[in-house]
């Protein structure tokens, strides 16, 4: 069965500081993968997806994502955060036969000053 | 325009209430979708639309009852509700019900049952 794992329920940043979350997945075939946020009380708004091509991919906000077979990973990543990405991240997997997505259970970013 | 809109914003009913949430894209998306998410918790997939019929259901309890009337129209009928059903309610959309479409997420209606 697919799934999605977060392994990091919260994380504390330095402001300026990089940042990694870690997504892991596991399913049987190409995987569809996708980077949500989530501000406290708001919807989710994707950062980035990858289907195929390049594994290296681009995103909004400066965010970035490697997509890594071998490891089954798919983790985001950004240079320098800001004060306003703290949120809520969460990994999914494009994975039921109707297109629905299995999300992990999230990652909590907090950013201090 | 990647907007979809939900009404309300929040919504406080009684266990004996019958109310409505309403989504809406004018995105010309087919595909249209139901999540809850408990605090804390990632959503989960309630009901998925494909082409105004529906596709998906969760297992859903029959207090919850989907309806969509045009293709850019989702509601969800609620009634008897219980205390445990309090969550942020999410709407999503797609072009299509597959794996390859990005879903467009609405800001959600947050509900209170009491």
């Known amino acids: 069965a697919q799934s999605v794992t977060q392994p990091d329920i919260h994380i504390t940043v330095s402001e300026g500081a990089s940042l990694e979350l870690r997504c892991n997945y596991s399913?049987?075939?190409?995987?569809?993968l996708f980077w949500y946020v989530q501000s406290p009380g708001q919807g989710l708004q994707l950062l980035l997806k990858?289907?195929?091509?390049?594994?290296l991919v681009q995103g909004i906000k400066g965010f970035e994502a490697e997509f890594k077979r071998s490891q089954s990973s798919f983790n985001l990543r950004k240079p320098s955060v800001h004060w306003s990405d703290a949120a809520e991240y969460f990994c999914?997997?494009?994975?039921?036969?109707?297109?629905?997505?299995?999300f992990g259970k999230g990652t909590k970013l907090s950013v201090k000053p | 325009d990647t907007e979809v809109t939900q009404t309300p914003k929040h919504l406080v009913m009684g266990m004996t209430n019958k109310k409505s949430l309403k989504c809406e894209q004018h995105?010309?998306?087919?595909?249209m979708y139901w999540y809850k998410q408990k605090a804390k918790k990632p959503p989960e997939l309630m009901f998925v639309?494909?082409?105004?019929?529906?596709?998906i259901n969760e297992s859903v309890p029959s207090r919850f009852s989907p309806e969509c009337p045009n293709s850019s129209l989702l509601n969800l009928h609620l009634h008897a509700l219980q205390p445990e059903d309090s969550a942020l309610y999410l709407c999503?959309?797609?072009?299509?019900?597959?794996?390859?479409?990005?879903?467009?997420f609405g800001p959600g209606t947050r509900l209170t049952v009491l």
């Open positions: 999503a959309s797609s072009q299509k019900a597959v794996l390859t479409d990005t879903q467009y």
């Open positions: 399913y049987g075939a190409t995987p569809y």
């Open positions: 990858y289907f195929s091509g390049d594994t």
């Open positions: 999914a997997v494009g994975g039921g036969s109707q297109g629905n997505l299995i």
């Open positions: 995105m010309g998306h087919r595909a």
């Open positions: 639309y494909s082409y105004e019929k529906l596709s």
